[in-house]
């Protein structure tokens, strides 16, 4: 059985008792009622379909949290302000003028 430390108001310090000790998991009300509940009658088959599903939501959200990360570096890259340019001084204009003009005068 799970036992919580702190009141109803914020997050909860929840020791869970696993065969190898406590693990100590800190969650808000509802995720904290809803793992007390699950550990209430929780054989050792239950605690490892648990340690599964919570293992596999942990993945996810570090998968998500990536893409999330990924996606505003991109429309950030993506934006005009931020456009590379080389460094240094911009190429003259006018020279590719004047390079043109002089083929045509020497004709």
């Given at each position: ?10 997050p909860r310090a929840i020791a869970v008792p696993l065969s190898g000790g406590t693990v100590t998991v800190y969650a808000g009300v509802k995720m904290g009622n809803a793992l007390e509940e ?70």
């Open positions: 059985m799970a036992t919580s430390k702190v009141s109803q108001r914020g699950l550990t209430e009658d929780m054989t050792l088959y239950h605690g490892v379909r648990l340690a599964q599903v919570i293992e596999a939501v942990y993945a996810q959200g570090i998968r998500d949290g990536r893409r999330q990360v990924v996606e505003a570096i991109g429309t950030v890259t993506e934006s005009k302000e931020l456009q590379y340019r080389n460094p240094g001084r911009p190429a003259k204009k006018a020279t590719a003028k004047k390079a043109t003009a002089k083929k045509a005068t020497a004709k």
